[in-house]
C-alpha cells in the first residue's frame, strides 16, 4: 500500500521547544484504506536525535516505523 504523509503538525511548549510532532498518514490499496495520525515523541527519536536537526522526510520515516510497530500483529494472535 502507498501510504503518504498528509499533514504534519509541531507542537511547542511554552518556550517555542518541540514537543512533539503529529504525522497523518493516508493510503489506499483498492477496497483497503488507511488513516492514521501518528504522535512523534522524544521517546520515538534514537540517541543524539533532536527534533530541531530533523528533517520531514526523517520526521516521516519516524512516523511510518511507529505506525507498522502499532499494527503488526502477532503470529500468536
Not at 25 to 45: H, R
Amino acid at each position: 500500500m502507498d501510504i503518504k504523509k498528509t499533514a504534519l503538525t509541531y507542537n511547542f511548549d511554552g518556550d517555542g521547544n518541540t514537543t512533539a510532532i503529529a504525522v497523518s498518514l493516508s493510503g489506499n490499496d483498492g477496497a483497503d484504506y488507511l488513516n492514521a495520525n501518528i504522535q512523534v515523541t522524544p521517546e520515538d527519536l534514537t540517541s543524539g536525535q533532536t527534533f530541531d536537526g530533523l528533517t520531514m522526510k526523517d520526521i516521516t520515516t519516524i512516523a511510518r516505523e511507529k505506525l507498522a510497530k502499532s499494527t503488526a500483529v502477532s503470529a500468536n494472535a
